[in-house]
């Protein structure tokens, strides 16, 4: 492997956050093997979006794996009889939370990432406009790398895979100027929680208010397409 | 929550271990709730197996989950292009070790146990005689369990999960003794990595060798089925 292109697996929802930190992997010289999960999730558009985002950044690969985390139930995103909410939640855990939804996700990259011989496998959490969801904060993904160097070859033979976390101190604005800077179509990527069959976003939930904000923020006009033009 | 049957979610493979991890922790007092996969293992006899044992011991309840591991290769047990080795192989990591297995289903689990609002999560893995998988071993439990919760709302709540391994510290004849006394049917399991159509082992792999010596150290007779009779 002396001479062949580094490795990364690169975690793809199809938002923005994703879409930003796979622009980011690439610019730092990986080779991006790209893992997208259809898990029952409300919009199914969302990996429409992975798979265009995947296509114009050209990874070296893109796999969707079909994961029935609806079976479990919990959470309004997988879970047709809960309602999303329309408006901010009080403190605490929304009810948008998907049960261990980004512990799921690594452990699946990091299989993947283990066959592939990858040093790394990015994220696109974010700890500063985010949800307050307990698996995006960086003391979780601290105890995950540590975890994984046990799990795997990778711990035994010396070679410890990073978990990298490219957004993770960014805000919303911050993601932005960094996508654009690296040429990222945030017109192709989808964060809200509900969109419609044509990929229009509600504007309403909470990803499309701190995705609007984003773009404000950042003084970028907003590609999103919603529901309400 | 204060009237109703602690909850766990056990992890049952179809195999011996897994087994008699589910009987203890039924022992304990569990409402058990028995996770298996069909992760296109070569046996799918032993999701039959699981489903054998599960009824068998009146769990409260069995879901079997699909996940696509084989789309990423890597092992003799999910690649069909890799042969399962008949001979004991060298030291180190051995090539029916499946990337990040243990990672995959205790990640699993831990969503289901979030939703559950269960307290510990069982699983079988055994550090004795065992096929020297980096997955089984305690600092890598430990690791976990700490990554669960932060991971999940249990750590954020105040009410930690406890991943649960009974057999962790006993050899296998100590494990057949344990699943004897709770009246676990061995022969309803299935340990063999290549076993046939109708359930019957290949007496030759590594997993079969552990498991017959097993019996053997035990003083038990050996209620499973070979092809070679």
Redesign the interface.
């Known amino acids: 492997m002396t001479q062949a292109q580094k490795r990364a697996v690169v975690l793809l929802s199809g938002g923005l956050d994703s879409a930003t930190a796979l622009a980011i992997a690439k610019s730092k010289g990986y080779s991006c093997h790209v893992l997208s999960f259809d898990y029952g999730q409300r919009s199914l558009t969302e990996l429409n979006a992975a798979r265009q985002i995947a296509a114009s950044l050209e990874v070296a690969e893109h796999?969707v794996?079909?994961?029935?985390?609806e079976?479990?139930?919990?959470s309004a995103l997988t879970d047709k009889s809960i309602d999303v909410p329309e408006d901010a939640e009080d403190d605490g855990?929304p009810i948008t939370?998907?049960?261990?939804?980004?512990?799921?996700f690594?452990?699946?990259a990091?299989?993947?990432a283990?066959?592939l011989h990858a040093e790394a496998i990015f994220i696109g959490v974010n700890a500063v406009d985010y949800s307050g969801y307990?698996?995006c904060?960086p003391?979780?993904i601290a105890?995950?790398e540590?975890?994984?160097n046990?799990?795997?070859?990778n711990?035994?033979s010396g070679e410890p895979i990073r978990i990298e976390t490219p957004l993770i101190d960014l805000t919303k604005a911050e993601i932005i100027q960094a996508g654009m800077a690296l040429g990222v179509d945030y017109s192709a990527t989808l964060s809200c929680y509900q969109a419609d069959d044509e990929g229009r976003a509600c504007g309403h939930c909470d990803s499309c208010r701190l995705r609007a904000k984003g773009f404000e923020d950042a003084g970028v006009a907003d590609p999103t397409r919603y529901v309400e033009a």
């Open positions: 796999r794996l079909r994961l029935n985390l079976d479990f139930g919990g855990i939370y998907v049960p261990a939804r980004n512990t799921v690594l452990s699946l990091l299989g993947w283990e066959v307990p698996d904060r003391e979780f105890a995950f540590k975890m994984a046990l799990a795997t070859k711990g035994v």
